[in-house]
């Protein structure tokens, strides 16, 4: 097994969140597979306040456990209301100076931490490889997409520009400008620990906000290195602040009247309430949430592409994505798929996101695993069938780890709960449509908007599919279609709550506000009349 430690000779405060891979002898403590009973005093994760990682005072902490071994990684404070009014206190404080600064510095801080996060990829990837469970490719991927919004914040020059135009009355001009709104606040969720974060306060401070972010409890690690990356790349004390809890202090988040607007990804639940609650106290709020997604699969789709499509998106990351396709519907019949199916799907490999050749590596938590169990055994009590059943897997070296092998259940129908909840697991739904026009109801009738894709050789298929369809992301013989940063995250209905979406234009018009000036300039004082009518652009 792949020894995951640091060199102690350096150590830095922050240091226990940056396992690599080395070997040095016994100048090393690890942040990954050791008994727990080696771990007795695990590092705890600190609050970063006004440019500084402060340890929290709580009396009350989380244990950040690795999903495939169950050791205990580091713990998270359930940070105090003293520590958080502080936080915000600090960006409130550091707003008015950032704002002022120009925005080619500001796009200089960007183009820094791009650079930093390519420098230490490795060490985030293997961070959420230890926390979160996914492969080290997948969890490097999970940093790219992130980085990929970084690189887009450092053209914000372009993208908050506004408009002008001249003479639209008598000697009057009007421009429009785009200034930022304050104090934001982003909460993330425990499937991307560096992605998400990295949708979220890049755009937020390029804009000229400053930001108050809370990482997932169950992988915080990421967050926490990546503001040391802010940090070193110039970003001043104030700007980007951290948190950390539950329940508590995303309320806090919603009620704090200084804090303008909110960010955030995760379930319905949690994003409902959010939502209706940060919204009555007049914040803006983008909130992404629960999905279903859909794969229509047409008789004369590419048969090798399409199978592989499907096993990489319905099992990739332990379908632990609210892009993953979960459920595929199969027009004109599923049997000569579904073997083939099976097939591809048993030969993936379950282990350790730390091992070599691994495809799916553990569930987030046992009360996850436990979840995906009782959705996967209603599924079949309500009559579906269980082509393939990866409950039972034991990955040898990590018996007690989280995982859960490809599923697939078939005939399935809109009325079972597997059907209708977020299964968040790598677990496949089949279903079976006459016709392309029945494919496209059933997704339709489905409450979730995030995407839905179609694989299909036919442009009259495919057309018809991306005109009738209601998600809000489209693939076509694209299984996860999640836009690049120039776009935007525009998932909808059920899927997503607020009117402006994560990253691309979207992303820069959440974190600002239009102010609009008309200004006119006379040659000379005086030899005017007082006009009591209602200013127009007509000459009187």
């Given amino acids: 097994m792949l020894q995951l430690s640091i060199q102690r000779g350096k150590l830095k405060k922050l240091n226990f ?39 929290s005072k709580s009396s009350t902490f989380i244990d950040v456990i690795n999903p495939a071994t169950q050791e205990v990684v580091s713990q998270v404070p359930l940070t105090t209301d003293e520590e ?29 931490l791009q650079e930093l996060i390519r420098r230490d990829m490795d060490k985030l990837a293997l961070n959420v490889t230890t926390e979160q469970g996914k492969t080290l490719k997948d969890a490097q991927g999970d940093v790219f997409r992130g980085l990929e ?129 940060a919204a009555a106290k007049g914040k803006r709020v983008q909130s992404n949430m629960g999905a279903k997604n859909h794969a229509i699969v047409m008789p004369d789709a590419n048969v090798d592409a399409t199978l592989n499509a499907l096993v990489a998106a319905g099992f990739g990351a332990a379908g632990q994505r609210c892009m993953a396709l979960s459920t595929v519907v199969f027009v004109g019949g599923s049997k000569s798929w579904e073997a083939k199916l099976i097939e591809r799907a048993k030969d993936l490999k379950v282990n350790a996101g730390t091992e070599p050749d691994t495809d799916l590596g553990p569930v987030i938590s046992k009360q996850a695993k436990e979840r995906i169990h009782k959705l996967v055994q209603s599924g079949v009590e309500s009559g579906a069938k269980l082509l393939l059943d990866g ?50 109801n059933i997704i339709n009738q489905n409450k979730y908007g995030n995407g839905a894709s179609i694989f299909t050789t036919s442009g009259v298929a495919a057309r018809k599919f991306q005109t009738e369809i209601e998600a809000g992301q489209v693939g076509i013989n694209v299984p996860i279609p999640v836009p690049l940063p120039f776009f935007s995250f525009t998932g909808n209905k059920a899927s997503f709550a607020g009117d402006l979406n994560f990253y691309g234009k979207a992303g820069v018009n959440f974190y600002t506000q239009i102010k609009t000036i008309t200004q006119q300039w006379k040659d000379s004082a005086g030899g005017s009349k007082i006009n009591m009518a209602m200013p127009t652009s007509q000459k009187s």
């Fill in 391 to 440: 409950r039972n897997i034991v990955v040898p070296g990590y018996e007690s780890g989280n995982f859960i092998g490809p599923t697939i259940l078939s005939d399935v129908t809109p009325n079972m709960e597997c059907y209708k909840e977020e299964i968040f697991g790598p677990v496949l739904l089949s279903m079976e449509a006459d016709s392309l026009e029945e494919a496209i």
């Fill in 149 to 277: 919004v970084v690189e887009h914040a450092c053209g914000m020059a372009t993208l908050q520009m506004g408009e002008y135009v001249s003479n639209v009355s008598h000697g009057i001009d009007t421009y429009s400008i785009r200034e930022p709104l304050g104090v934001c606040a982003g909460i993330c969720p425990f499937n991307f620990p560096a992605m998400i974060p990295l949708w979220m306060f890049p755009m937020a401070v390029t804009c000229g906000n400053t930001f108050v972010l809370k990482p997932s409890e169950k992988d915080p690690g990421a967050s926490v290195m990546l503001a040391e990356l802010a940090l070193e790349a110039g970003l001043p004390k104030g700007v980007l602040n951290i948190v950390h809890g539950t329940h508590d202090v995303v309320n806090a988040i919603c009620d704090d009247d200084d804090i303008k607007a909110i960010s955030f990804v995760g379930s319905n639940v949690a994003g409902m309430h959010i939502y209706s609650r």
């Fill in 17 to 55: 969140l940056r396992p690599q891979i080395s070997a040095l002898g016994s100048y090393h403590f690890s942040t990954a597979a050791e008994p727990s009973s080696s771990k007795r005093n695990p590092p705890r994760v600190p609050n970063l306040i006004g440019g500084k990682f402060l340890d």
């Fill in 84 to 112: 958080f009014k502080a936080a915000v206190s600090a960006a409130k404080k550091a707003f008015p100076s950032w704002r002022n600064t120009p925005i080619t510095t500001r796009q200089r801080v960007m183009l820094k």
